[in-house]
């Protein structure tokens, strides 16, 4: 059996890792799968990817001796949204934003990992970051997987009191309530706030998808009309 962690290095998946180590659990190896935004940019939000690369891997494999393995899917965010439909009503259009329902842009995080496991010659199992006070996710969770915070009583609150014990708090948490894709169509208004704001050369590449897109990058909002509104907003504040 060759048991894998699958890591985002947010506060529930390294808390996971620091419980697994306390209580000496068998890991093989930590998964991260990086989705990139194009062949440059990763979907992490820059503090994020920062925190991941020049700090919080280093960590985990120079003090705690564990091996990281960092996955990618071959295509790009980028290079979906800019890709042609290659058949329906709109054939030779762009892809654009992914739609609310059923996003493809989920599988440029699971196709990596779900093949890397089926590379294994051991049976793997694998070790998901989920609290004890998160039962919905628990409930989906297959034979495969376990959650080593729930099988020790530990919540969410704890998780990030568990990383900031041991320095592992990514920064990302100062400004966002989640750690998703930085062109997330699921982030919250502040969250995208932040982004226009603090990353402007970001902003300017949702411009560009948006401009060839069909689909809005909200439900109720173009990347046009947010950088409206918070162009407004910034005005009132002034
Ligand atoms: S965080 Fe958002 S943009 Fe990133 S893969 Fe998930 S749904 Fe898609």
Redesign the pocket.
Known sequence: MKYIASCSFGKDSLAMILTIIKHGLPLDEVIYCE?MYDDEIS?EYPEHADFIHNKAIPILELCYGLKVRVLRDTKT?KGLCTSLRVKGKYVGTPLGF?MRLG?W??K??MRPIKAYNKEQTDEVHEYVGIAIDEPERLARLTPNKSSPLADYGITEEMAVEICREHFLLSPIYQTQARN??W?????RIGELRDLWKKHPHLWAELREIQAISRVTFKQDYTIFELEERFIKEQAQCE
């Open positions: 989705v979907a965010y992914p996003p842009c989920n440029l995080k998703g894709c062109f997330c169509h699921n982030a």
